[in-house]
């Protein structure tokens, strides 16, 4: 077997960079460690993703229920501070999108089907063996001769640690807890998000095929608040405080998710002919719904590098093809997940003077509309190195 990629991880990223590499006639086969779920999952995750990873999967004919998001309204529980953002600011017809995680990762998984080993993991890389292929050698011990290794295995990336690419990580100590809902919420194109004492929590239209009064709700909790309380009854404890605050009824109607909050990145997403991609490269904290857009942007620039030196180029410099990727995309993502420490940061102190700032903060930014476009424009994914 001798592909140009070889994808470890065949998550959301890998897949989306499979089913666009095939499109341009450029081989590549997916290595993915879990079985193949074919039995249907409660759907209860769901990602947001910006105007420019929808218009990505568009045009690879990717086609998936979606709530549509026109104004976003965040304020600070503890204060007076609010800003609220709307698609007309930017001249979009939306500012987001909410799909179910589980039908984005069907539908990209049924276009890659063919080419995917399941149960399957790369156990030892070596590296420019034959021709300027790299040798890879499965768990099942079968070989794969491929020209690039690209890791989109997520935040504990094996192709890392075989590359011996050190991440910085970083310990939020909160827990992402995450479940659908029922709300009498009327905006059903509006996203509203708490930053709180009790959490940061946001609540969002649930996909178009449901019902108008469906939520998904997305809420970030300091571990040291929860305590030695379980989760279910921390939600129970709290949630009638973002109940006043938006002045509606939560009633949850799902299992309740939960996730560890850490961050991390990497000095060097590229060593010889391997290269990091997506959550594999970096991850950020959940709370502006901005992680797979950044995994969406990587793959993107990934696959128009790759691209590119196929169709231009007789002999390729692969280190060259790879590095251009590494040079678009490093910067931004890290001050993506910068930006995200920040408010982390700011919303977690107690001290009065921050306090003041903060709400002077975000009602000032509301009122300057050159600060609010650009950060509408970065979150929308317009605004791209
Ligand atoms: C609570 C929560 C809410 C979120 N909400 C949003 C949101 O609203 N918007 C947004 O943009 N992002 C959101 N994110 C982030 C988003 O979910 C991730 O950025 C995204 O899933 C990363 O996709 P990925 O394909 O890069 O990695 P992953 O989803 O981690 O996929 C990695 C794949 O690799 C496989 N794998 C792992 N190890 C190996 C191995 N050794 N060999 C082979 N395969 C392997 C895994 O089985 C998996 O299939 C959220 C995250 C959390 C925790």
């Known amino acids: 077997m001798n592909p140009v990629v070889t994808i470890s991880g065949g998550g959301i990223i890998g897949n989306y960079i499979s089913l666009r590499l095939n499109r341009n006639s450029i081989e590549s086969v997916v290595i993915e460690k879990s079985k193949d779920k074919t039995s ?8 947001t993703l910006n105007p420019f990873s929808k218009k990505l999967l568009d045009e690879v004919g990717i086609k998936i229920p979606y709530a549509e ?31 179910y995680f589980n039908d984005l990762e069907a539908a990209l998984k049924e276009n890659v089907f063919k080419k995917t080993f399941f149960e399957t993991e790369i156990k030892n890389f070596k590296e420019n063996i034959n021709n300027g292929k790299c040798e890879i050698t499965l768990s099942n011990e079968k070989p794969i001769f491929s020209t690039f290794l690209a890791g989109c295995d997520g935040r504990n990336s ?7 690419l050190k991440p910085v990580t970083s310990d939020y100590e909160q827990t992402a807890i995450t479940f659908t809902a029922s709300s009498n ?14 959490g940061i929590f946001a609540i969002m239209p649930l996909p178009a095929s449901t019902d108008k009064s469906s939520h998904t709700i997305v809420w970030s909790v300091d571990n040291l608040k929860i305590g030695t309380q379980n989760i279910e009854s921390y939600i129970k404890e709290n949630i009638s405080y973002f109940e006043k605050k938006l002045k509606a009824d939560i009633t949850i109607n799902s299992n309740i998710l939960s996730f560890s909050l850490s961050n991390h ?37 990934f696959c128009e590098e790759i691209t590119n030196a196929y169709q231009n180029k007789i002999n390729i410099d692969k280190h060259l093809v790879l590095k251009r990727y590494e040079v678009r995309r ?18 977690k102190s107690n001290n009065l003077y921050i306090k003041l700032i903060r709400n002077f903060g975000l009602s ?18 317009k605004n791209k190195i």
């Open 364 to 381: 000032g930014i509301n009122k300057t509309q050159f600060i609010k476009r650009f950060f509408i424009n970065h979150a929308s994914g």
């Open 158 to 164: 094996n192709v890392a640690k075989l590359a011996s």
């Open 265 to 301: 990145h990497f000095e060097n997403y590229v060593t010889g002919s391997i290269v990091l991609i997506g959550d594999a490269a970096h991850s950020i904290h959940p709370l502006a719904g901005q992680g797979i857009n950044l995994g969406f942007a990587d793959a993107d620039a």
């Open 185 to 198: 919420l009327i905006n059903s194109d509006t996203a509203y998000q708490i930053f709180s004492e009790r």
């Open 40 to 47: 249907a999952k409660e759907n209860i995750r769901t990602v």
């Open 330 to 347: 490093k910067n931004m993502n890290l001050l993506m997940l910068k930006s995200m420490d920040f408010f982390v940061n700011l919303f």
């Open 69 to 99: 998001i026109k104004k976003i309204n965040v304020f600070d529980g503890e204060g007076t501070g609010s800003i609220d953002f709307s698609s007309d600011e930017i001249n979009e017809d939306h500012l987001s999108y909410v799909v």
